[in-house]
T-cell receptor
């Protein structure tokens, strides 16, 4: 049973650079979520997809953040012109979803981003 | 708007004892789900237990049970017979059925003392 996979596990970059993270969900899951988590805090919702459609996006997400899920399978999260405040763990999760669904999410191990 | 509150930043429990982690929530929706996740120091988020708002019985999964009090809007996690491996951060989360977003609390750090 393959779980949610995220790549890379760690990313160190200089301020102002662009970074891209990848998430491969559990294969039969149609919903995919991105979260940001900083030390001592719970996961903060960024965006989620149902199949290839991006259904919700946090108001906290600036224009520097963009996410795609072009074929309804894997997803990428890109951060442009990174800032110090972007340093965090970026978590991906997937679930089975549909109208009236409340299936639990399953998380990947996360990508830890450090901005120098 | 939905909100999850976990008021215990840190908890200690003796090994083999039971412990209750508090969670209160706020929503105007009638149909929702409540979830608990465990996050060890290694970082992965592990799903523990789920309670639906219309479930009449409290959910149980092995040593985990959820004390659901709908009128008080609380969904406390009870861990029985604590083990050293239970030391971790614990997060309460909520999702309304009509909608996709999950809302997480700030977490409770549990330390099990030998």
């Amino acid at each position: 049973d393959t779980g949610v996979s995220q790549d890379p596990r760690h990313k160190i970059t200089k301020r102002g650079q662009n970074v891209t993270f990848r998430c491969d969900p559990i294969s039969e899951h149609n919903r995919l979520y991105w979260y940001r988590q900083t030390l001592g805090q719970g996961p903060e919702f960024l965006t989620y997809f149902q199949n290839e459609a991006q259904l919700e996006k946090s108001r906290l997400l600036s224009d520097r953040f963009s996410a795609e899920r072009p074929k309804g399978s894997f997803s990428t999260l890109e951060i442009q012109r990174t800032e110090q405040g972007d340093s965090a763990m970026y978590l991906c999760a997937s679930s089975l979803g549909g109208q009236g669904s409340n299936q639990p999410q399953h998380f990947g191990d996360g990508t830890r981003l450090s901005i120098l | 708007a939905q909100k999850i509150t976990q008021t215990q930043p840190g908890m200690f429990v003796q090994e083999k004892e039971a412990v209750t982690l508090d969670c209160t929530y706020d929503t105007s929706d009638q149909s929702y789900g409540l979830f608990w996740y465990k996050q060890p120091s290694s970082g992965e988020m592990i799903f523990l237990i789920y309670q639906g708002s219309y479930d009449e019985q409290n959910a149980t999964e092995g040593r985990y049970s959820l004390n659901f009090q709908k009128a008080r809007k609380s969904a406390n996690l009870v861990i029985s017979a604590s083990q050293l491996g239970d030391s971790a951060m614990y997060f309460c989360a909520m999702k309304v059925v009509v909608g996709g977003q999950f809302y997480f609390g700030t977490g409770t750090s549990l330390t099990v003392i030998p």
